[in-house]
């Protein structure tokens, strides 16, 4: 006689599942940058995404343990750095070293936010919401400009490395 019962799942570590998950999942690399007290706060996200067309805005997860929390908490203004495969060093820059600003690879942008050089995109955006969970938070933006750089290559963060999209022999 055949036993119909589904088999149990297996069990897996959640953390470690999370992870393995997410490492599969390739995301964009962008910049988030603020200004605080007249201080220029940034740091490499991998979480920007989309929200509404009409009006435009973008939100983005954080963790509210990040040196750049306070000026996110504290600000209405942020900008937003799309970054393509010649940008490995500021994704790295900002990812990993203390010297976020040092250099001339940014300058003042409307209402002080810090604006990237040589990016594939950015984007001001008005904080709209900041919805803090546990020691996270989710900060939606409302688009109030932008620029768009010469077409290029996407980097991409995918299983804990840099990478590029490979184009597939299909069109839609």
């Known amino acids: ?6 088999a149990d799942p297996p069990v ?25 007290e007249g201080k220029p706060f940034g740091f490499t996200a991998t979480s920007v995404s ?7 805005r973008f939100s983005f997860n954080m963790a509210r343990t ?7 908490a504290n600000t209405n203004y942020i900008g937003v750095h799309m970054l393509g495969l010649d940008n490995r060093d500021l994704a790295d820059r900002f990812a990993r070293s203390r010297d976020r600003f040092g250099g001339d690879h940014w300058k003042p942008g409307p209402h002080g936010v810090p604006l990237l050089q040589g990016v594939a995109a950015h984007l001001i955006g008005r904080i709209s919401m900041r919805l ?14 932008g620029e768009v750089g010469p ?6 963060y995918h299983g804990g490395v840099y990478g590029q999209p490979t184009a597939l022999d299909y069109q839609i």
């Open 132 to 145: 803090s969970f546990e020691n996270n938070a989710v900060v939606v933006a409302e688009v109030e400009s």
């Open 66 to 72: 990040s040196s750049s929390w306070p000026a996110v």
């Open 151 to 156: 077409p290029g290559v996407p980097l991409l």
């Open 1 to 6: 006689m055949n036993d119909l019962r589904p």
């Open 12 to 36: 897996h570590d959640s953390t470690a599942a999370f992870r393995d998950a997410f490492r599969r999942h390739p995301a964009g690399v962008a910049i988030i940058t603020a200004v605080y």
């Open 50 to 56: 989309s929200l509404s067309a009409d009006p435009p």
